[in-house]
């Protein structure tokens, strides 16, 4: 297992933003390649897990899109209906280099209507979307109801040994990745990290709603991903200690190990159980005893992120510290171009993926 030997360190003292010093699980990455050459290389299919009724006083309708973002395509669809971007609900947020195919809702006017006649024309008046189905149910789209996202990523350029790709992915397959949050998430050069900072601070002004949201997410993935990272260099990323929080595979149902069972380190092996890390907030963190006392810790240098969620309001919650992609598949089409085919639960990030595999830029 490759332990770097870091440390936590204050957001606001690292004058160029950087996620490296976060550890691997695997070894350090086999390799180089390229990413997003083109949006169609980068293909993310949105899965609901469910089918919605065909019946309801709001329309979903389920998108094809490229060279756009989650937010972009949310706007349109607003100026399209003639509604508030806010009444058009979506599961999650995409990245804007990428062809997706994605979930969206918005209120029948009048309730008993069929699907305005703009959003049924978008494809006509503008290339970068398509309509692909229409369907209706009796509540918005909220987040994080979808069940996770297929990806089928193309990589060019790449510059690693066959054999070495291969037992990476094979090792990749077997044990999954650190559940890390994507740098996606704290903004261009970690700007939505330095907002946070500055507002915890008292030296941001007001921010707009969507401001404040990202950066307060973006403070709790930097929180969650430094304790990760202790985790795996403790090597107990996936050994669970008296006190953790456990999680069930595929749900959101948790208990606390008291370190009496024997059984519950044998199915994380199976990965039956995950152990969870913490996505701060005010109160107590879920974990207990020896746990706990890891957490608290491993939080205690880093900047003013803690106490500043704690003081904006959000509850303590939880997140799994593994992730492991579901029917995992790779093809060699050239001798430097592969295709990787998984899906993720919601939530987790194609990114952490590669991460462990090649590095990509």
Request: one cysteine or more; glycine letters at 10%.
């Amino acid at each position: 297992m490759f332990t770097p030997a870091t440390t936590a360190r204050p957001v606001a003292d690292v004058p160029e933003f950087s996620v490296s010093h976060w550890r691997y699980l695997h070894g350090p990455p086999v390799g180089h390649a390229r990413v997003r050459a083109c949006p169609e290389d980068f293909q993310v299919e949105e899965q609901l897990g469910f089918t919605p009724p065909g019946s309801g006083a709001h329309h979903w309708i389920y998108l094809r899109y490229h060279s756009l973002n989650t937010a972009d395509v949310a706007r349109m669809i607003a100026r399209a209906a003639g509604i508030p971007p806010k009444d058009v609900g979506y599961g999650g947020l995409k990245d804007r280099v990428a062809l997706t195919s994605q979930w969206f809702s918005l209120p029948r006017q009048p309730a008993d209507s069929g699907i305005h006649e703009g959003i049924v024309s978008l494809s006509d008046r503008d290339e970068r979307l398509e309509l692909l189905r229409v369907s209706a149910n009796t509540r918005k789209l909220r987040r994080g109801v979808h069940s996770g996202n297929g990806f089928r990523i193309t990589l060019r350029k790449v510059n690693a040994s066959g054999t070495a790709l291969e037992a990476r992915l094979k090792s990749i397959r077997a044990r999954g990745v650190p559940n890390y949050f994507g740098p996606q998430r704290f903004g261009r050069n970690g700007n939505n990290l330095r907002t946070a900072v500055r507002m915890f601070r008292g030296e941001s002004r007001r921010v707009d709603r969507m401001t404040r949201s990202m950066a307060l997410s973006a403070a709790r993935a930097w929180v969650f991903n430094e304790v990760l990272s202790q985790r795996i260099g403790r090597q107990s990323w996936d050994q669970p200690m008296a006190g953790d929080c456990m999680q069930l595979d595929g749900s959101r149902s948790r208990f606390i190990h008291d370190g009496s069972d024997p059984d519950v380190a044998g199915r994380v092996g199976q990965g039956d159980i995950h152990l969870t890390g913490p996505l701060w907030g005010r109160g107590w963190t879920l974990a207990t005893g020896p746990a706990a006392a890891f957490e608290e810790k491993a939080v205690a240098g880093i900047d003013v992120l803690p106490g500043g969620l704690a003081a904006a309001g959000l509850k303590q919650d939880r997140r799994a510290l593994r992730v492991v992609p579901a029917g995992l598949d790779w093809q060699c089409v050239e001798p430097d171009k592969m295709v990787l085919e998984f899906f993720l639960p919601q939530g987790a990030y194609a990114t952490a993926v590669l991460r462990e595999l090649l590095h990509t830029g």
